[in-house]
């Protein structure tokens, strides 16, 4: 099976790696292609002028792409850097050998964009995991005041519940709002953070039945 990890944030500098690279290092021990699409400030590499860069850990592709991000940058241009992360994980992974899952990790929203469009192009199934609700943590923090730009969120929020094959909440409180805002509960599960590799993994493994990849040459397992 070959499967995308798309995060603009995937820690991967074996410091406190991210749980989405966790799962893709396992997938990859199991014998399916996993390629990681993120930003080259995640995984602390330095592009210079280049526009993408390429290595391989733990049985990983990494495409890394040269979009910078600071937290002391202003809203706009963090908005510019999503967009940016967004527009070339598109154009990219319509490069890549077709996948057989998309997975994709919110915040920020802009990066499931390029996740849906690829899940559709390439008529397979969609895993959105939320790590916090957007538009509400930046309401809540004060990042964002434009009634045009919340509504606009708040759609492209809805779209996503509809799309995704699977929704993946941080905790109960994430999963609760989502299940409010939308009615098919099912396809709602709750991966909490934890230290325990092996609890994490077979939380996904029970996460991602029933999307077809549980059977057949194409299994999880």
């Given amino acids: 099976m070959n499967i995308f990890i798309i995060s603009q944030s995937l820690d991967a500098s074996g410091k406190g790696d991210d749980r989405l690279f966790k799962l893709g290092r ?10 990681t699409l993120t930003s080259s400030k995640a995984v602390d590499m330095d592009l210079g002028q280049k526009k993408i860069g390429l290595f391989h850990k733990n049985g990983l592709t990494v495409i890394a792409f040269n979009v910078p991000y600071k937290r002391e940058m ?3 241009k963090k908005a510019i850097a999503n967009f940016k992360f967004a527009r070339m994980t598109g154009k990219q992974g319509k490069n890549l050998p077709k996948p057989d899952l998309i997975i994709v990790k919110a915040p920020p929203l802009t990066a ?10 390439y008529r397979v199934p969609l895993v959105a995991e939320f790590r ?7 309401i809540e923090q004060g990042n964002l005041k434009n009634g045009l730009a919340i509504k606009a969120l708040q759609r492209l929020e809805q779209k ?8 993946i909440a941080l905790d109960e409180k994430i999963a609760g709002a989502i299940r409010e805002r939308w009615i098919e509960r099912a396809k709602v599960s709750v991966i909490e953070n ?11 493994d029970r ?12 299994s999880m397992k």
């Fill in 26 to 35: 396992e997938m990859a021990s199991r014998g399916h292609a996993v390629t």
């Fill in 74 to 76: 202003s809203g706009i």
């Fill in 112 to 121: 499931v964009v390029p996740a849906m469009k690829l899940s559709e192009y």
């Fill in 132 to 138: 916090e609700l957007w538009p509400d943590a930046l």
């Fill in 160 to 167: 996503i519940y509809e799309k995704a094959n699977r929704i």
């Fill in 194 to 204: 934890t230290e325990d590799e092996g609890q994490l993994i077979e939380s996904y």
């Fill in 207 to 218: 996460a991602l039945k029933g999307l077809g990849l549980d059977q057949g040459p194409n």
